[in-house]
């Protein structure tokens, strides 16, 4: 049985997206994002989710408990610009049932 979570996802533009991202396939959120062409390709992920260059970055606008930053996306955002208290990678974050209902905005381009 297929489990798939609903997250709301606010592009660059200020668009809200509600999208079902399913839990069985091992994304992560970056992959999500360019699944359901929420940015123009090649402006995210475009270090392939290796956590080397912050085109992923989201700001997350609800209280779920995520995983805590490892070294590598720290260091990224602290090189990152447009960098909130909230921003995380969305390379980092694997889609799990834990998610439902996640809320989250793509970071500026630049």
């Given at each position: 049985?297929?489990?798939?979570?609903?997250?709301?996802?606010?592009d660059r533009d200020g668009i809200r997206h509600d999208v079902q991202a399913p839990t069985d396939?091992?994304?992560?959120?970056?992959?999500?994002?360019?699944?359901?062409?929420?940015?123009?390709?090649?402006?995210?992920?475009?270090c392939g989710g290796m956590a080397m260059c912050a085109s992923c970055q989201c700001y997350i606008h609800s209280d779920h408990q995520l995983t805590e930053k490892l070294e590598d996306e720290d260091a990224m955002l602290s090189e990152a610009f447009n960098v909130k208290p909230t921003s995380r990678l969305g390379c980092q974050?694997?889609?799990?049932?834990?998610?439902?209902?996640?809320?989250?905005?793509?970071a500026p381009e630049d």
């Open positions: 049985m297929t489990l798939d979570v609903h997250i709301q996802i606010t396939m091992a994304l992560n959120l970056m992959e999500v994002v360019r699944l359901f062409e929420l940015a123009p390709e090649g402006t995210i992920g475009v974050i694997q889609i799990n049932p834990e998610l439902e209902g996640l809320q989250i905005e793509l």
